[in-house]
């Protein structure tokens, strides 16, 4: 027997089995249900979160509205055929190869010679006792300039027995000619907690078992994609063979070249500790399990901000798309962070991202992030540097900026003070101090820092 993947057996076969799209699904059940149904539509969004499916249960609802389970039943029910037809009809329409309702290929009939024999096809009737003949095109923006231009009469007043469904991934290159004469509907990308369900369902009713941090790993590569996490389980079912073992998060790893967790925890853990060494060992150890370098960014990325989103938004946010044990373990290491530090750490993050596409040496640039990642908590501010009190334990803080009573000029530079309490009394403290104020580091500090406070008092009235 032929398999069918996932994507298409738990394909959506009612208005409200479209995840995720619940506004739309009710505005065209409203539609029908007033006898408001437009002649044109355009369906518009990402791949994978139901613009097919839902263009043909809105189909089989304009010609079999008793077999579509959601669907408003019509008053003239007599002008439909009995049910057992209507049953017939619509699964032939979720299949694909119902004769009235007609799904083009916009990228492979995008000709002009077939946008008019597309024309000549819909002045005739439907066929059978199908009421309506439903034309889906899909990728409507691969169709040609001449195409388009070609079905414009034909997309402002079509034939009464005649409604057109276009679907489309990219909206802004479909003319604006063809979208005035469509009602437009912009799907949306699904919430990760929403395809999580949805697997979560589709996982036991294949009875197979899989653990919680599994189901949302894939939920979060779908990227808000269905399709894409569906396809992703169909894999993952294929390489473990469909056994009795549990789907372990290990079985993610491997197949898609994820950054394995106990790696990335030991890499978190010498950053929160300010070790470089260990961060570097972490590094590399994940580089050595074949881990690409934009991976291992990526996923460091990932978990930088799911401690920033803890401490920031408290671990009982919605915004913390984790399993409940992953969250736990996140808790726990966010706890040695603080909301400004993450921030920075992500920023450097997401530089070097940007500039190891550029570098000839891109492993030096990461291996130096590392260290200035794990060395990150232990920069002291400019009042200890000052001093000569370095606190190692001291977190950055950003300078607070002073506004001053009398404004001076805007050209002159302020003037570097040092309150008498702090500054240096013995010659231990000033050889300490020098030494402070020669590295290079504090020199950038310096500078920056006076060119913020040139910057505030530009702005000052």
């Given at each position: 027997?032929?398999?069918?993947?996932?994507?298409?057996?738990?394909?959506?076969?009612?208005?409200?089995?479209?995840?995720?799209?619940e506004?739309?699904?009710?505005?065209l059940?409203?539609?029908?249900?007033?006898?408001?149904?437009?002649?044109?539509?355009l369906?518009?969004?990402?791949?994978?979160?139901?613009?097919?499916?839902?263009?043909?249960?809105?189909?089989?609802?304009?010609?079999?509205?008793?077999?579509?389970?959601?669907?408003?039943?019509?008053?003239?029910?007599?002008?439909?055929?009995?049910?057992?037809?209507?049953?017939?009809?619509?699964?032939?329409?979720?299949?694909?190869?119902?004769?009235?309702?007609?799904?083009?290929?916009?990228?492979?009939?995008?000709?002009?010679?077939?946008?008019?024999?597309?024309?000549?096809?819909?002045?005739?009737?439907?066929?059978?006792?199908?009421?309506?003949?439903?034309?889906?095109?899909d990728?409507?923006?691969?169709?040609?300039?001449?195409?388009?231009?070609?079905?414009?009469?034909?997309?402002?007043?079509p034939?009464g027995?005649v409604?057109?469904?276009?679907?489309?991934?990219?909206?802004?290159?479909?003319?604006?000619?063809?979208?005035?004469?469509?009602?437009?509907?912009?799907?949306?990308?699904?919430?990760?907690?929403?395809i999580?369900?949805?697997?979560?369902?589709?996982?036991?009713?294949?009875?197979?078992?899989?653990?919680e941090?599994?189901?949302?790993q894939?939920?979060?590569?779908?990227?808000?994609?269905?399709?894409d996490?569906?396809?992703?389980?169909?894999?993952?079912?294929?390489?473990?063979?469909?056994?009795?073992?549990?789907?372990?998060?290990?079985?993610?790893?491997?197949?898609?070249?994820?950054?394995?967790?106990?790696?990335?925890?030991?890499?978190?853990?010498?950053?929160?500790?300010?070790?470089?060494?260990?961060?570097?060992?972490?590094?590399?150890?994940?580089?050595?399990?074949?881990?690409?370098q934009?991976?291992?960014?990526?996923?460091?990325?990932?978990?930088?901000?799911?401690?920033?989103?803890?401490?920031?938004?408290?671990?009982?946010?919605d915004?913390?798309?984790?399993?409940?044990?992953?969250?736990?373990?996140?808790?726990?290491?966010?706890?040695?962070?603080?909301?400004?530090?993450?921030?920075?750490?992500?920023?450097?993050c997401?530089?070097?991202?940007?500039?190891?596409?550029?570098?000839?040496?891109?492993?030096?640039?990461?291996?130096?992030?590392?260290?200035?990642?794990?060395?990150?908590e232990?920069?002291a501010?400019?009042?200890?540097?000052?001093?000569?009190?370095i606190?190692?334990?001291?977190?950055?803080?950003?300078?607070v900026?002073?506004k001053?009573?009398?404004?001076?000029?805007?050209?002159s530079?302020?003037k570097?003070?040092?309150?008498?309490?702090?500054?240096?009394?013995?010659?231990?403290d000033?050889?300490?101090?020098?030494?402070?104020m020669?590295?290079?580091?504090?020199?950038?500090?310096?500078?920056?820092?006076?060119?913020?406070?040139?910057?505030?008092?530009?702005?000052?009235?």
């Amino acid at each position: 027997m032929t398999y069918t993947v996932l994507a298409r057996r738990y394909r959506s076969g009612a208005f409200t089995e479209v995840i995720g799209q619940e506004p739309i699904a009710k505005t065209l059940q409203n539609a029908i249900a007033t006898n408001r149904v437009a002649h044109a539509y355009l369906f518009t969004g990402t791949r994978g979160v139901g613009k097919t499916s839902m263009a043909r249960i809105f189909a089989a609802a304009l010609n079999a509205p008793q077999a579509v389970a959601d669907c408003p039943q019509p008053e003239d029910k007599d002008a439909y055929p009995d049910e057992a037809v209507q049953a017939r009809m619509a699964q032939a329409v979720m299949r694909g190869d119902d004769l009235n309702v007609i799904e083009i290929d916009g990228a492979s009939n995008n000709s002009v010679d077939q946008a008019r024999q597309l024309i000549a096809n819909a002045t005739l009737s439907p066929t059978g006792q199908a009421r309506y003949k439903v034309y889906i095109i899909d990728e409507v923006h691969m169709l040609s300039t001449a195409a388009f231009n070609a079905l414009l009469k034909t997309m402002e007043e079509p034939p009464g027995h005649v409604k057109f469904i276009l679907c489309t991934t990219e909206s802004h290159k479909v003319p604006p000619t063809i979208q005035s004469r469509c009602q437009r509907f912009d799907f949306r990308n699904i919430a990760t907690a929403q395809i999580v369900k949805h697997l979560e369902h589709v996982i036991q009713s294949e009875s197979i078992e899989a653990e919680e941090a599994v189901i949302w790993q894939l939920a979060r590569i779908g990227n808000g994609s269905m399709r894409d996490a569906l396809s992703l389980l169909d894999r993952v079912i294929a390489m473990t063979g469909g056994g009795d073992d549990p789907i372990s998060l290990t079985i993610i790893e491997q197949m898609l070249g994820l950054a394995p967790q106990e790696l990335l925890d030991q890499l978190i853990d010498a950053l929160a500790a300010g070790n470089p060494a260990h961060a570097l060992e972490s590094t590399g150890a994940l580089l050595d399990r074949g881990i690409a370098q934009d991976q291992l960014i990526e996923s460091l990325i990932e978990r930088l901000r799911q401690m920033m989103l803890i401490v920031t938004c408290g671990a009982d946010s919605d915004l913390i798309e984790l399993s409940d044990e992953s969250k736990r373990a996140a808790v726990e290491r966010a706890a040695h962070f603080d909301a400004a530090g993450l921030v920075y750490m992500i920023a450097l993050c997401e530089n070097l991202q940007r500039n190891s596409k550029f570098s000839s040496s891109p492993r030096a640039l990461l291996d130096a992030a590392m260290v200035r990642l794990a060395l990150a908590e232990k920069m002291a501010d400019i009042n200890s540097l000052l001093t000569g009190n370095i606190d190692s334990k001291k977190k950055i803080r950003p300078p607070v900026i002073q506004k001053k009573s009398s404004p001076r000029s805007s050209m002159s530079p302020p003037k570097q003070t040092v309150d008498n309490h702090r500054s240096p009394s013995t010659s231990s403290d000033r050889i300490e101090h020098q030494r402070a104020m020669s590295l290079p580091l504090v020199q950038q500090v310096f500078e920056h820092f006076d060119a913020t406070l040139i910057d505030a008092r530009r702005q000052e009235p």
